[in-house]
């Protein structure tokens, strides 16, 4: 069973913006804070991005605060990443999940969307 499905990457000019998207498992994860995640490299840690938690209330990694917004859709089992202003440093996979993240062994991660910023 798919639990988690990622879209809305692609290639982006350092200064735009794209919206990704999260379908995520209503049976699974509707009671967790979501969160969006990123790989910058095979190899490298995937790192924390923005969460969200039930009551809308939102937190940001430092160097995506005040560009990118995550939010919601509890109705229809959605989460979104709004990125405004992309820079190329924001080059990675995106993935989403539940906040906080599972540990190895404790979940699973869909495949992810690739953000690509041009410089």
């Known amino acids: 069973q798919v639990q988690l499905v990622e879209s809305g990457g692609g290639l982006v000019q350092s200064g735009g913006s794209l919206r990704l998207s999260c379908a995520y498992s209503?049976?699974?994860?509707?009671?967790?804070?979501m969160g969006w995640y990123r790989q910058g490299a095979p190899g490298m840690r995937r790192e924390f991005v923005a969460?969200?938690?039930?009551?809308?209330?939102?937190n940001y990694e430092n160097s995506v605060r005040g560009r990118f917004t995550i939010s919601r859709d509890t109705a229809n089992n959605m989460v979104y990443l709004q990125m405004n202003n992309v820079k190329p440093e924001d080059t990675a996979v995106y993935y989403c999940?539940?906040?906080?993240?599972?540990?190895?062994?404790?979940?699973?991660w869909g495949a992810g969307t690739q953000v690509t910023v041009s410089s």
């Open positions: 969460r969200i938690d039930l009551t809308g209330r939102a």
């Open positions: 209503r049976r699974i994860f509707s009671a967790w804070d």
């Open positions: 999940n539940r906040y906080p993240a599972p540990l190895p062994g404790e979940g699973s």
